[in-house]
């Protein structure tokens, strides 16, 4: 069974940091790459970061390089997003999702097989 569960959510003042967590199922984090997107209101939705189940590397959007780290916890079977200086721009639903590309595409949600079910960040100012 196939399953990403996200936590860590809320609300968080500008300036602020939110760790948001993904739990995979064992057969997801074993051989898939993990990513965060998210979909703010009446935006389409767009890549936040990725780790590869390999080597652990990462791969960032420009919009948050710096700001935020994702990693990985092999024994828990579980990604991490840790976001720090949110901004306003930053709200939106933040989605957990499992993909077996690594390289060109990484950053489209069309490349990846399945998805969690989201939790909401709200930065205010």
């Known amino acids: 069974q196939v399953q990403l569960v996200e936590s860590g959510g809320g609300l968080v003042q500008a300036g602020g940091s939110l760790r948001l967590s993904c739990a995979a199922s064992?057969?997801?984090?074993?051989?898939?790459?993990l990513g965060w997107f998210r979909q703010a209101p009446g935006k389409e939705r767009e890549f936040v970061a990725a780790v590869s189940w390999s080597d652990a590397g990462t791969y960032y959007a420009d919009s948050v390089k710096g700001r935020f780290t994702m990693s990985r916890d092999n024994v828990k079977n579980t990604v991490y997003l840790q976001m720090h200086s949110l901004n306003p721009e930053d709200t939106a639903v933040y989605y957990c999702?499992?993909?077996?590309?690594w390289g060109h595409g990484l950053e489209s949600r069309d490349e990846y097989d399945y998805w969690g079910q989201g939790t909401q960040v709200t930065v205010s100012s």
């Open positions: 999702a499992a993909t077996r590309r």
């Open positions: 064992r057969r997801v984090f074993s051989s898939y790459n």
